[in-house]
């Protein structure tokens, strides 16, 4: 198994707080995901990152950032969560050089916000 | 634009069935990528299979076989024999290869109950 790991594995907050989700992975590969999973949706794509400090928008970006200073970290913030924030979000890297389509995921973060 | 269809949106079957997920995918790209992710009740995604654009050769894995055929845009996946262990959330994905290639596009997932 990739190793992956995200923290928290589970987080209740209130409206309007600042959030931060934290991936770490063992594997020095060079690309991290941030996704968001919710019924109805599937898999949406929030942002990521190419190299340390390179990061991009996904498709559903607006209130959320992100930020790579290692390899092995790529955090995902919520500046103010608000309840449609409310989701499971993965966090992915992709395969070694010769496998970088691929992406593997880490065990979720069960996010919800009242 | 990408776009994968899972059709089957969920499926029962009882033990030892034959069950087939069916993936439609659209792309204008001659080179991608295809994927098959199973998400068990644990909620964890675990990767079964990725296959390129040019291999269009079937694959077998256990109980686990994929029938890619580039003629009709599918990348099917079969269950043989079918086990309560099986039951999970199943998605096709597609990704680009290129500059692009670390996009993926998921299909919104079959859900497969497997019954005793």
């Known amino acids: 198994d990739a190793g992956i790991t995200q923290s928290p594995r589970h987080k209740v907050t209130e409206t309007g707080t600042p959030v931060t989700l934290r991936c770490h992975q063992t594997?020095?590969?060079?690309?991290m995901y941030w996704y968001r999973q919710d019924p109805g949706h599937g898999l949406r794509l929030i942002h990521y990152?190419?190299?340390?400090?390179?990061?991009d928008k996904g498709e559903v970006s607006d209130g959320y950032s992100v930020s790579r200073s290692k390899t092995e970290d790529f955090l995902l913030t919520l500046e103010s969560a608000t309840s449609s924030q409310t989701s499971v979000y993965f966090c992915?890297?992709?395969?070694?050089?010769?496998?970088?389509?691929?992406?593997?995921f880490g065990p979720g973060t069960r996010l919800l916000v009242l | 634009a990408q776009k994968v269809t899972q059709a089957q949106t969920e499926i029962s079957v009882v033990e030892k069935e034959d069950v087939t997920l069916d993936c439609v995918y659209e792309t204008r790209d001659t080179t991608y990528y295809l994927f098959w992710y199973k998400q068990p009740p644990s909620g964890e995604l675990v990767f079964l299979i990725r296959?390129?654009?040019?291999?269009?050769q079937n694959e077998i894995s256990g109980r686990y076989s994929w029938n890619f055929q580039k003629s009709t845009s599918s990348f099917n996946f079969t269950i043989t024999a079918s086990q309560v262990v099986d039951s999970a959330v199943y998605f096709c994905a597609l990704s680009e290869a290129g500059d692009n290639f670390n996009k993926f596009y998921f299909g919104s997932g079959t859900k497969l109950n497997v019954k005793p």
């Open positions: 594997e020095n590969h060079r690309y």
């Open positions: 990152s190419y190299g340390v400090k390179d990061t």
């Open positions: 296959r390129n654009s040019f291999d269009e």
């Open positions: 992915a890297i992709s395969g070694p050089a010769g496998e970088q389509e691929t992406q593997y």
